[in-house]
């Protein structure tokens, strides 16, 4: 079973930037939409941005603007780059990838390839 994981969270304060990588290791990553995802605690899990196969991209609206997503098929690797981080983007960040190629993107249950999650956290 292909499972993907994540890297690059850590501690940084209000305003400042962190780019998460999400690398696969299965052989079609190409051909996923890959989603970003993120949990707080006490709340839901929420889609933050996806990037289609093709390259389409997704984001929710408390973060255009300030996050990028991208994919490098040939490393099988989709990253998110965050900018201006706020305090309230302090969350738990997963990465999926699902081969429905509806758009806008699914929500999390047509996901699979979950990781373990990568830690961001935002002071002020």
């Known amino acids: 079973q292909v499972q993907l994981v994540e890297s690059g969270g850590g501690l940084v304060q209000a305003g400042g930037s962190l780019r998460l990588a999400c690398t696969s290791s299965?052989?079609?990553?190409?051909?996923?939409?890959v989603g970003w995802f993120r949990q707080a605690p006490g709340r839901e899990l929420e889609l933050v941005a996806a990037?289609?196969?093709?390259?389409?991209?997704y984001y929710v609206d408390p973060v255009k603007g300030r996050f990028t997503i991208s994919r490098d098929n040939p490393k099988n690797t989709a990253y998110l780059q965050m900018n201006s981080l706020k305090p309230e983007d302090t969350a738990i960040y997963y990465c999926?990838?699902?081969?429905?190629?509806?758009?806008?993107?699914?929500?999390?249950?047509?996901?699979?390839?979950w990781g373990q999650g990568t830690q961001v956290t935002v002071s002020s």
């Open positions: 999926a990838q699902t081969y429905y190629s509806t758009w806008p993107p699914p929500s999390a249950h047509d996901y699979t390839g």
């Open positions: 299965g052989r079609t990553f190409s051909t996923y939409t």
């Open positions: 990037i289609s196969s093709g390259g389409s991209t």
